[in-house]
Protein backbone atom coordinates (compact mmCIF):
# COMPACT_ATOMS: atom_id res chain seq x y z
CA UNK A 1 0.00 0.00 0.00
CA UNK A 2 2.91 2.55 0.61
CA UNK A 3 3.68 2.83 -3.08
CA UNK A 4 -0.28 3.86 -3.69
CA UNK A 5 -0.35 6.28 -1.11
CA UNK A 6 3.48 7.85 -2.33
CA UNK A 7 2.21 8.05 -5.96
CA UNK A 8 -1.36 9.36 -4.73
CA UNK A 9 0.46 12.01 -2.62
CA UNK A 10 2.74 12.96 -5.36
CA UNK A 11 0.23 13.22 -7.99
CA UNK A 12 -1.48 15.58 -5.33
CA UNK A 13 0.99 17.63 -5.99
CA UNK A 14 2.04 17.51 -9.75
CA UNK A 15 -1.24 18.09 -10.31
CA UNK A 16 -2.43 20.86 -7.70
CA UNK A 17 0.99 22.77 -9.33
CA UNK A 18 -0.11 22.35 -12.46
CA UNK A 19 -3.79 23.23 -12.12
CA UNK A 20 -3.20 26.40 -10.05
CA UNK A 21 -4.43 25.14 -6.73
CA UNK A 22 -0.95 26.34 -4.94
CA UNK A 23 -2.06 30.10 -5.84
CA UNK A 24 -4.73 29.93 -3.29
CA UNK A 25 -1.70 28.54 -0.22
CA UNK A 26 1.74 29.18 -1.36
CA UNK A 27 3.60 32.15 -3.15
CA UNK A 28 4.49 31.50 -6.39
CA UNK A 29 8.22 31.31 -6.84
CA UNK A 30 7.88 28.03 -4.74
CA UNK A 31 5.62 26.21 -6.93
CA UNK A 32 8.37 24.63 -9.01
CA UNK A 33 9.83 23.05 -5.99
CA UNK A 34 6.47 21.72 -5.09
CA UNK A 35 6.20 19.61 -8.36
CA UNK A 36 9.43 18.66 -8.45
CA UNK A 37 8.56 16.86 -5.25
CA UNK A 38 5.43 15.49 -6.59
CA UNK A 39 7.58 13.99 -9.86
CA UNK A 40 10.19 12.46 -7.03
CA UNK A 41 7.38 10.64 -4.84
CA UNK A 42 6.01 9.28 -7.88
CA UNK A 43 9.42 8.06 -8.56
CA UNK A 44 9.96 6.51 -5.53
CA UNK A 45 6.39 4.96 -5.84
CA UNK A 46 7.46 3.26 -8.71
CA UNK A 47 10.73 2.37 -7.21
CA UNK A 48 9.16 0.94 -4.30
CA UNK A 49 6.43 -1.13 -6.21
CA UNK A 50 9.07 -3.11 -8.55
CA UNK A 51 11.27 -3.97 -5.17
CA UNK A 52 7.81 -4.82 -3.80
CA UNK A 53 6.97 -7.36 -7.01
CA UNK A 54 10.53 -8.59 -6.51
CA UNK A 55 9.92 -9.16 -3.11
CA UNK A 56 6.23 -11.10 -3.65
CA UNK A 57 7.58 -13.03 -6.45
CA UNK A 58 10.21 -14.80 -4.23
CA UNK A 59 7.60 -15.30 -1.30
CA UNK A 60 4.18 -14.98 -2.83
CA UNK A 61 1.36 -14.14 -0.65
CA UNK A 62 2.28 -11.97 0.85
CA UNK A 63 -0.28 -8.70 0.85
CA UNK A 64 -0.71 -7.02 4.14
CA UNK A 65 -1.18 -3.66 4.27
CA UNK A 66 -0.29 -1.01 6.71
CA UNK A 67 -3.05 0.97 7.98
CA UNK A 68 -1.46 3.92 8.36
CA UNK A 69 -0.92 3.87 4.59
CA UNK A 70 -4.13 3.13 3.66
CA UNK A 71 -5.37 6.10 5.22
CA UNK A 72 -2.87 7.92 3.93
CA UNK A 73 -4.20 7.25 0.37
CA UNK A 74 -7.69 8.04 1.17
CA UNK A 75 -6.57 11.37 2.86
CA UNK A 76 -4.81 11.90 -0.74
CA UNK A 77 -7.57 10.90 -2.58
CA UNK A 78 -10.01 13.46 -0.60
CA UNK A 79 -7.43 16.22 -1.90
CA UNK A 80 -7.64 15.37 -5.15
CA UNK A 81 -11.12 15.46 -5.03
CA UNK A 82 -11.97 18.37 -3.11
CA UNK A 83 -10.51 21.38 -3.61
CA UNK A 84 -9.03 24.02 -1.30
CA UNK A 85 -10.85 26.81 -0.30
CA UNK A 86 -9.86 29.06 2.42
CA UNK A 87 -11.76 31.03 3.94
CA UNK A 88 -9.15 34.58 4.00
CA UNK A 89 -11.57 36.56 6.20
CA UNK A 90 -11.16 33.85 9.07
CA UNK A 91 -7.73 33.25 8.59
CA UNK A 92 -7.15 37.01 8.53
CA UNK A 93 -8.86 37.25 11.77
CA UNK A 94 -5.89 35.34 13.82
CA UNK A 95 -2.86 37.13 11.95
CA UNK A 96 -1.39 39.95 13.07
CA UNK A 97 -1.32 42.68 10.32
CA UNK A 98 1.87 44.26 11.92
CA UNK A 99 4.12 44.50 8.20
CA UNK A 100 7.42 45.93 10.03
CA UNK A 101 10.07 47.73 8.04
CA UNK A 102 8.06 47.09 4.20
CA UNK A 103 5.36 49.95 5.67
CA UNK A 104 8.41 52.45 5.49
CA UNK A 105 7.92 52.96 1.74
CA UNK A 106 6.99 55.77 -0.46
CA UNK A 107 5.33 55.18 -4.12
CA UNK A 108 5.18 57.78 -6.76
CA UNK A 109 2.29 56.24 -8.88
CA UNK A 110 -0.87 57.75 -9.99
CA UNK A 111 -3.59 57.74 -7.17
CA UNK A 112 -5.42 55.27 -9.50
CA UNK A 113 -2.88 52.90 -10.66
CA UNK A 114 -1.82 52.35 -6.82
CA UNK A 115 -3.26 48.71 -5.68
CA UNK A 116 -5.33 48.24 -1.87
CA UNK A 117 -1.46 46.83 -1.21
CA UNK A 118 0.43 49.84 -2.52
CA UNK A 119 -2.56 52.19 -0.61
CA UNK A 120 -1.74 50.29 2.56
CA UNK A 121 2.07 50.73 2.69
CA UNK A 122 1.85 54.12 1.72
CA UNK A 123 -0.86 55.40 4.45
CA UNK A 124 1.18 53.35 6.93
CA UNK A 125 4.74 55.00 5.64
CA UNK A 126 2.69 58.56 5.74
CA UNK A 127 -0.37 58.11 7.54
CA UNK A 128 -1.24 62.29 7.49
CA UNK A 129 -5.05 61.64 5.59
CA UNK A 130 -5.13 65.23 4.15
CA UNK A 131 -2.32 63.97 2.00
CA UNK A 132 -4.73 61.81 -0.22
CA UNK A 133 -8.11 63.12 0.33
CA UNK A 134 -10.43 63.32 -3.50
CA UNK A 135 -7.14 60.96 -4.76
CA UNK A 136 -9.01 58.41 -7.18
CA UNK A 137 -9.05 54.93 -6.04
CA UNK A 138 -9.30 51.72 -8.00
CA UNK A 139 -9.22 48.61 -6.02
CA UNK A 140 -10.07 45.06 -5.48
CA UNK A 141 -9.44 42.32 -2.42
CA UNK A 142 -12.00 40.63 -0.19
CA UNK A 143 -14.65 41.88 2.37
CA UNK A 144 -12.27 41.61 5.59
CA UNK A 145 -14.57 41.15 8.91
CA UNK A 146 -13.70 43.51 11.65
CA UNK A 147 -15.05 42.34 15.05
CA UNK A 148 -15.16 45.90 16.08
CA UNK A 149 -16.01 48.24 13.15
CA UNK A 150 -17.34 48.16 9.53
CA UNK A 151 -15.75 45.05 7.51
CA UNK A 152 -12.67 46.64 5.32
CA UNK A 153 -11.33 45.60 1.89
CA UNK A 154 -8.55 43.51 2.22
CA UNK A 155 -5.92 41.26 1.01
CA UNK A 156 -3.56 38.80 2.20
CA UNK A 157 0.39 39.36 2.08
CA UNK A 158 2.76 36.23 2.44
CA UNK A 159 6.00 35.10 1.95
CA UNK A 160 5.99 32.15 1.65
CA UNK A 161 2.67 30.61 2.38
CA UNK A 162 -0.56 30.95 4.37
CA UNK A 163 1.56 30.09 6.78
CA UNK A 164 3.06 33.14 7.12
CA UNK A 165 0.55 35.64 5.95
CA UNK A 166 -0.01 38.71 6.82
CA UNK A 167 -3.61 40.43 6.22
CA UNK A 168 -3.73 44.20 5.38
CA UNK A 169 -7.08 46.05 4.79
CA UNK A 170 -8.28 49.77 3.44
CA UNK A 171 -11.52 51.45 5.62
CA UNK A 172 -14.31 51.55 3.21
CA UNK A 173 -17.51 53.75 3.79
CA UNK A 174 -19.88 51.34 1.97
CA UNK A 175 -22.88 52.35 0.13
CA UNK A 176 -26.14 52.99 2.05
CA UNK A 177 -27.86 49.57 3.20
CA UNK A 178 -25.47 47.77 1.40
CA UNK A 179 -24.14 44.84 3.48
CA UNK A 180 -20.92 43.18 2.32
CA UNK A 181 -20.43 39.22 3.09
CA UNK A 182 -17.10 37.99 4.22
CA UNK A 183 -14.78 36.84 1.93
CA UNK A 184 -16.37 38.17 -0.90
CA UNK A 185 -14.39 39.69 -3.82
CA UNK A 186 -15.25 43.50 -4.74
CA UNK A 187 -13.93 46.03 -7.27
CA UNK A 188 -14.47 49.50 -6.15
CA UNK A 189 -14.17 52.80 -7.67
CA UNK A 190 -14.12 55.93 -5.46
CA UNK A 191 -12.07 58.37 -4.29
CA UNK A 192 -9.74 58.61 -0.58
CA UNK A 193 -11.92 60.27 1.62
CA UNK A 194 -11.35 61.19 5.53
CA UNK A 195 -13.47 60.51 8.44
CA UNK A 196 -12.87 60.61 12.33
CA UNK A 197 -12.73 57.78 14.76
CA UNK A 198 -12.33 58.10 18.14
CA UNK A 199 -11.13 61.52 17.69
CA UNK A 200 -8.67 60.70 15.16
CA UNK A 201 -8.97 61.62 11.55
CA UNK A 202 -7.69 58.06 9.27
CA UNK A 203 -8.13 57.89 5.70
CA UNK A 204 -11.18 55.91 4.31
CA UNK A 205 -12.36 54.98 0.65
CA UNK A 206 -15.55 56.78 -0.89
CA UNK A 207 -17.53 54.38 -2.67
CA UNK A 208 -18.51 55.57 -6.13
CA UNK A 209 -18.91 52.20 -8.03
CA UNK A 210 -18.83 48.79 -6.53
CA UNK A 211 -19.14 45.55 -8.72
CA UNK A 212 -18.57 41.70 -6.92
CA UNK A 213 -15.65 39.94 -8.65
CA UNK A 214 -14.31 36.59 -8.83
CA UNK A 215 -11.50 35.47 -6.64
CA UNK A 216 -8.45 36.28 -8.68
CA UNK A 217 -6.64 33.16 -10.01
CA UNK A 218 -3.76 34.54 -7.69
CA UNK A 219 -5.43 36.16 -4.86
CA UNK A 220 -2.48 36.34 -2.57
CA UNK A 221 0.28 39.35 -2.91
CA UNK A 222 3.98 39.12 -2.04
Do not use: K
Given at each position: ?????????GL??????L???????L??P????V??S??V??A??L????E??R?N??R?G??????????S???A??V????????????AS?R????GQ????D?L??P?QR???????????Q????L????A??I????L??G?GA????RLL???C?A??T?????VR???GY?PQA???L???G?MGV????????S??L?ER???I?????????
Amino acid sequence: MRPIALALWGLVLVVSTLSGRLELLLSGPFHPLVGLSGVVMLAMALQQALEISRSNNRRPGDRRWNRGWVVSALLAVTVLVVPPNPSFSDLASNRSSELGQEAELDFLLPPAQRSLTDWVRLLRSQPDPELYQGDAVRISGFVLAQGDGAPQLGRLLVRCCLADATPIGLPVRWPTGYQPQADQWLAIDGEMGVESVGGQQRSVVLVERLRPIPRPARPLEP
